[in-house]
């Protein structure tokens, strides 16, 4: 296997189904789809069984303990050769995977991730609330923070960590960014 994507979610079925028929759409079809349901009261199990038979596609329901432990949960569980950690409201372009593993085969890396892209479709608007959401000023608890923030901290969802690397002082993995 060489994908795990791993989705967290809570209350988002409606998500969920998007993201899932986008990856019905992928021309790379060597992955594995984790979907980490954290405790909600809007389950997607019903959505995730529409897709069971096209998709390689593995429901778990565990309670609520926030989106990372669950994503830690899903790792657990994985069995790819990369960890790709997406959120519900993710839906991806044809040929997305293709393009990672294009590029993974001409750089190889142990972490990746790029700048999040507001779709063509949006208004003016839209790209600006994309963009007050996603971009580096305000990420890593800015949005509604009530304590002092000192220091960035980075999200951990849409990127990618390769599932087995070794972390020491003389050889860090290798880590690239890149707009896919």
């Given at each position: 296997?060489?994908?795990s994507?791993?989705?967290?979610?809570?209350?988002?079925?409606?998500?969920?189904d998007?993201?899932?028929?986008?990856?019905?759409?992928?021309?790379?079809?060597?992955?594995?789809?984790?979907?980490?349901?954290?405790?909600?009261?809007?389950p997607c199990?019903?959505?995730?069984?529409?897709?069971?038979?096209?998709?390689?596609l593995?429901?778990?329901?565990?309670?609520?303990?926030?989106p990372?432990?669950?994503?830690?949960?899903?790792?657990?569980?994985?069995?790819?050769?990369?960890?790709?950690?997406?959120?519900?409201?993710v839906?991806?372009?044809?040929?997305?995977?293709?393009?990672i593993?294009?590029?993974?085969?001409?750089?190889?890396?142990?972490?990746?991730?790029g700048?999040?892209?507001?779709?063509?479709?949006?208004?003016?608007?839209?790209?600006?609330?994309?963009?007050s959401?996603?971009?580096?000023?305000?990420?890593g608890g800015?949005r509604?923070?009530k304590?002092?923030?000192?220091?960035?901290?980075?999200?951990?969802f849409?990127?990618a960590?390769?599932?087995?690397?070794?972390?020491?002082?003389?050889?860090?993995?290798?880590?690239?960014?890149?707009?896919?």
């Open positions: 296997m060489k994908y994507i791993i989705v967290p979610v809570f209350n988002r079925p409606d998500e969920v998007e993201l899932l028929s986008s990856l019905l759409n992928q021309t790379f079809t060597d992955f594995e789809v984790l979907i980490v349901e954290d405790g909600s009261q809007k199990d019903k959505i995730c069984s529409k897709y069971a038979d096209r998709l390689d593995h429901y778990f329901m565990k309670p609520n303990s926030g990372g432990q669950s994503r830690n949960y899903g790792a657990e569980r994985a069995k790819g050769e990369y960890l790709l950690i997406l959120d519900s409201d839906v991806l372009p044809k040929g997305y995977l293709n393009a593993e294009e590029e993974l085969n001409r750089e190889p890396a142990d972490a990746f991730g700048p999040d892209a507001a779709h063509e479709s949006f208004t003016d608007t839209q790209k600006a609330i994309s963009y959401m996603t971009s580096f000023f305000t990420t800015i509604g923070g304590k002092k923030l000192d220091k960035f901290y980075p999200r951990s849409n990127m960590y390769a599932a087995m690397f070794i972390w020491n002082s003389k050889d860090f993995p290798r880590c690239v960014s890149a707009k896919i």
